[in-house]
């Protein structure tokens, strides 16, 4: 078998990292956590986890410190901000990302290397017609 540590190397390490997102997942429905940079400008970008979501945010706001050198650190429990508390800021732009997605990527990927390379022919067909039925009850949930 052709390049077998690094399949299982692979493989460790995506499990270790779907591990610790299962963990920062149920912390974050206790805790929120995350980190911020305060640009020249008056725009603030925010990163962090809070309620079973990776978010990224760009605040336009005028920041009441000074711009930091770098990223700062934040933590806020549902009591409220541990650190500090913004003003009224308008959101420009926000990425908000499931803990579910993530994990299953990364289980994904510690999986995929042991999925055989070669396919038979009813397997592609049972594939194609598969995914068809994914992307036709997409189409069908959207009208």
């Given at each position: ?9 692979w493989s460790v ?5 779907a ?7 149920v912390r974050?429905?206790?805790y929120?956590d995350g ?5 020249n400008?008056s725009?603030?970008t925010?990163a ?11 605040l336009?706001?005028?920041p009441?410190?000074?711009p930091?050198n ?5 933590s806020?429990?549902?009591t409220?901000?541990?650190g500090?508390?913004w003003?009224?800021s308008?959101r420009?732009?926000?990425i908000?990302?499931?803990f579910w997605?993530v ?5 994904s990927?510690?999986?995929?290397p ?7 022919l009813r ?5 194609t017609t598969?995914v068809a ?5 997409i189409v069908?949930a959207?009208r």
């Amino acid at each position: 078998m052709k390049f077998c540590k690094l399949r299982i190397t692979w493989s460790v390490v995506s499990a270790i990292l779907a591990g610790l997102l299962c963990f920062l997942w149920v912390r974050s429905y206790s805790y929120g956590d995350g980190v911020y940079c305060v640009d020249n400008a008056s725009q603030r970008t925010v990163a962090g986890l809070n309620a079973g979501c990776m978010y990224l945010s760009f605040l336009d706001e005028s920041p009441s410190e000074p711009p930091s050198n770098g990223w700062v650190y934040f933590s806020f429990s549902p009591t409220g901000f541990k650190g500090f508390q913004w003003k009224s800021s308008v959101r420009v732009q926000e990425i908000d990302v499931p803990f579910w997605f993530v994990v299953t990527a990364a289980f994904s990927a510690s999986v995929l290397p042991w999925i055989p390379r070669r396919f038979s022919l009813r397997t592609l067909l049972i594939a194609t017609t598969l995914v068809a039925v994914v992307l036709g009850l997409i189409v069908w949930a959207t009208r």
